[in-house]
């Protein structure tokens, strides 16, 4: 079921009508608590999210999902009148996985919708990634540099578990983009050489295991 968190009633009726007659079970939901007394009820494949609501702000919703291990890998897109770049970066790196940016059209909804399934599908996770210096428990969303937990943010992650889920590939940054921030995602390449700067630094002295091909893009070496 896809659950649909907006305030507005008449964008949530014209959201769940647009879902229905594209074949999608789907249910509207007016605040953040009752889409939570929902959630254990309800098995949630995606969620369309809205920033301003009445009780808690989408971005608050955002985190409490992404911070369960029974909701954090629940696909979310942010439907939000607020859309600057900055934020944008906000939500993403918070663990969205697309942005629609209102006002938008219900064929751009349902195209980003079957974007985000089809990557949530080829990038669902394994049991461990990785074998010597950096290690990805995929399940409880951990990365571990020498057998030590370290902190990353969830765009981090993504990228760090797509290059070492494919050793030796070289992506070029728009393939990133595609993969990780989603392929309507607008903003510069610059984006994917940032959070490959921060991931390198988190990862200490495997940072170099993340190997920039020059005039190309990114890839994982294998024998770290």
Same mark, same amino acid.
């Given at each position: @079921?896809?659950?649909?968190?907006?305030?507005?009633?008449?964008?949530?009726?014209?959201?769940?009508?647009?879902?229905?007659?594209?074949?999608?079970?789907?249910? =509207?939901?007016? %605040?953040?608590?009752?889409?939570?007394?929902?959630?254990?009820?309800?098995?949630?494949?995606?969620?369309?999210?809205?920033?301003?609501?009445?009780?808690?702000?989408?971005?608050?919703?955002?985190?409490?999902?992404?911070?369960?291990?029974?909701?954090?890998?629940?696909?979310?897109?942010?439907?939000?009148?607020?859309?600057?770049?900055?934020?944008?970066?906000?939500?993403?790196?918070?663990?969205?996985?697309?942005?629609?940016? +209102?006002?938008?059209?219900?064929?751009?909804?349902?195209?980003?919708?079957?974007?985000?399934?089809?990557?949530?599908?080829? @990038?669902?996770?394994?049991?461990?990634?990785? +074998?010597?210096?950096?290690?990805?428990?995929?399940?409880?969303?951990?990365?571990?540099?020498?057998?030590?937990?370290?902190?990353?943010?969830? +765009?981090?992650?993504?990228?760090?578990?797509?290059?070492?889920?494919?050793? =030796?590939?070289?992506?070029?940054?728009?393939?990133?983009?595609?993969?990780?921030?989603?392929?309507?995602? %607008?903003?510069?390449?610059?984006?994917?050489?940032?959070?490959?700067?921060?991931?390198?630094?988190?990862?200490?002295?495997?940072?170099?295991?993340?190997?920039?091909?020059?005039?190309?893009?990114?890839?994982? +070496?294998?024998?770290?």
């Amino acid at each position: @079921m896809i659950a649909c968190v907006e305030d507005e009633e008449s964008i949530r009726e014209i959201e769940i009508y647009t879902l229905k007659s594209a074949g999608y079970d789907a249910e =509207g939901f007016a %605040d953040g608590k009752s889409f939570f007394e929902a959630l254990p009820k309800e098995k949630i494949e995606l969620v369309i999210l809205d920033v301003m609501l009445p009780d808690m702000d989408g971005i608050e919703i955002l985190k409490k999902l992404k911070k369960e291990p029974s909701t954090r890998n629940i696909p979310v897109i942010i439907a939000s009148a607020k859309g600057t770049e900055f934020d944008k970066i906000k939500g993403l790196d918070l663990g969205a996985d697309d942005y629609l940016a +209102k006002p938008f059209g219900m064929m751009e909804m349902l195209s980003r919708i079957k974007a985000v399934s089809r990557r949530s599908n080829v @990038m669902e996770d394994d049991p461990v990634i990785g +074998k010597e210096q950096i290690q990805i428990l995929t399940r409880q969303h951990q990365v571990f540099v020498n057998h030590k937990e370290i902190a990353l943010t969830y +765009k981090e992650y993504e990228v760090l578990k797509m290059l070492m889920s494919h050793p =030796g590939i070289v992506y070029t940054r728009e393939e990133l983009l595609d993969a990780v921030w989603g392929m309507e995602y %607008d903003g510069e390449t610059r984006t994917v050489d940032v959070h490959i700067r921060t991931l390198r630094a988190k990862l200490k002295e495997a940072g170099y295991a993340i190997d920039t091909v020059r005039g190309v893009g990114y890839r994982y +070496k294998e024998n770290v």
